[in-house]
């Protein structure tokens, strides 16, 4: 088994940026792809950006421009940073990834904990 380590979250000013992180509790041989999902009270879980284990990103257009995903393969890492964050970017951020855990096994899919993100003046 392994967790997904988030950290990162806190209350902003509108304008303002954060840095969440997402890592793998143990060694692991590899992730393939990782997301950043976020979920507001009453809504939905929602695809916030997700990146490929070659890099290659997608996003949300509400957060086009305003979001960067990144990772560190060698950390088993995932990043999102958020710039110029709106009220309507509260919610609680969420990790996923697909881990394989050993070169002989399948993948399987995790979350993180949640992290809360607070963004208020």
């Known amino acids: 088994q392994v967790q997904l380590v988030e950290s990162g979250g806190g209350l902003v000013q509108p304008g303002g940026s954060l840095r969440l992180s997402c890592a793998a509790s143990?060694?692991?041989?590899?992730?393939?792809?990782m997301g950043w999902y976020r979920q507001a009270p009453g809504k939905q879980r929602d695809l916030v950006a997700s990146?490929?284990?070659?890099?290659?990103?997608n996003y949300a257009d509400s957060v086009k421009g305003r979001f960067t995903i990144s990772r560190d393969n060698a950390k088993n890492t995932v990043y999102l940073q958020m710039n110029s964050l709106k009220p309507e970017d509260a919610a609680v951020y969420y990790c996923n990834a697909d881990v394989q855990m050993y070169s002989w096994s399948g993948t399987r899919n995790y979350w993180g904990q949640g992290t809360q993100v607070t963004v208020s003046s």
């Open positions: 990146i490929t284990s070659g890099g290659s990103t």
């Open positions: 143990r060694s692991i041989f590899s992730i393939n792809d």
